[in-house]
């Protein structure tokens, strides 16, 4: 019997342990729900040592000191440096977390075109 039992328990380890290798990789894009978008804005590519995250920061017009930061899901190494002047579209969404500086206005991002400038 207690052969039965543990043969169970193995076979349902096994199977939890499939499932979740199969959907639990993408839970970010999952739960990425857009709220708007951008199209050609120029920003500059920074890396945020907080969240260990490339990010790219746009200044808002007519203000002092705000800034729009759009985290992106996927950036490509070739954009992946500090002070890179960048065009870029996309679809944004909320971010997740509590880290947000005054002033400032935090984003995820899909870009659909990114370019150097």
Partial sequence: M???VLYFFC???LFTGTVCIAG???DEQSDFISIGSV???EGEVNFDSYSK???LRVSVPGTIDNVMEYYPIALADEFKKEGLRVR???EYAEMEGDYKPAGTECYQIK???IKEI
Avoid: H, M, P
């Fill in 2 to 4: 207690k052969k039965i």
């Fill in 24 to 26: 639990c990789g993408d």
């Fill in 53 to 55: 995250s490339w990010y």
């Fill in 39 to 41: 199209e050609n804005q």
């Fill in 11 to 13: 076979l349902l380890f």
């Fill in 88 to 90: 870029f579209s996309g």
């Fill in 111 to 113: 870009l659909s075109f």
